[in-house]
Structures are given as structure tokens and as C-alpha cells.
Nanobody
Framework: QVQLTESGGGLAQAGGSLRLSCAAS????????MGWFRQAPGKQREWVAQ?????????DYADSVKGRFTISRDNAKNAVYLQMNSLKPEDTAVYYC?????????WGQGTQVTVSS
């Protein structure tokens, strides 16, 4: 099995920063991509960012976070991170880590991020 463990969520003021971490453990042969999603109350889960090695390491971001969030990975630790700067109240959501292994999706348990105005 593959298990994802998230950490780093919490409270922040508008304009502040948080760093989310997600570490994968278990039966891991090769990680195709890692990314982050978020879900605010009453809304559907939305994609935030991803980092992939399919065609070399590349990153992609949702327009809503571009220029403020940075995704990175540590292959030795099977970990992915999300550095969130210039936080806005609309960033408040539960953030979920996703790891793609052999075209199969694995999800973290979610970590709450709350941004006050």
C-alpha cells in the first residue's frame, strides 16, 4: 500500500505564509507526478499545483495561486511541498496532497489552512 502523510496546515493572517508537506511511504516504485488540491466548504475540490517528471521536472499552477505558491519535491524523501506566500482569505480550504504512482492516484488525509483578514 501507499500512504501519504500531510502536515503544515494551520492559521495565517492575510499576507502571511505557510508551508505544506506531504511524504509518501509504502510500496513505491516510481512517482510519476505529485500535486496539491484544495476544497473550500460548499465547493468542489479544485486543482492547485503539480510537479511532474514525465518529461523532465516541470511545474504547473492554477491561475488563482500563480506567483504566490511554489511547489517542490524531494525525491530522496518521496515528499512534495507547497510554499504558500501572500495568503488571501480565499485560500482558506482543506488542502490535499496527491501522488501518482503507475497511473494510480493516492491521496493524503487533508490539512486545514485558514487565512484571516
Amino acid at each position: 500500500q501507499v500512504q501519504l502523510t500531510e502536515s503544515g496546515g494551520g492559521l495565517a493572517q492575510a499576507g502571511g505564509s505557510l508551508r505544506l508537506s506531504c511524504a509518501a511511504s509504502g510500496s513505491i516504485f516510481s512517482i510519476d507526478a505529485m500535486g496539491w488540491f484544495r476544497q473550500a466548504p460548499g465547493k468542489q475540490r479544485e486543482w492547485v499545483a503539480q510537479i511532474t517528471s514525465i518529461s523532465g521536472v516541470s511545474t504547473d499552477y492554477a491561475d488563482s495561486v500563480k506567483g504566490r505558491f511554489t511547489i517542490s519535491r524531494d525525491n530522496a524523501k518521496n515528499a512534495v511541498y507547497l510554499q504558500m506566500n501572500s495568503l488571501k482569505p480565499e485560500d482558506t480550504a482543506v488542502y490535499y496532497c496527491r501522488v501518482v504512482i503507475s497511473r494510480r492516484n493516492y491521496w493524503g488525509q487533508g490539512t486545514q489552512v485558514t487565512v484571516s483578514s
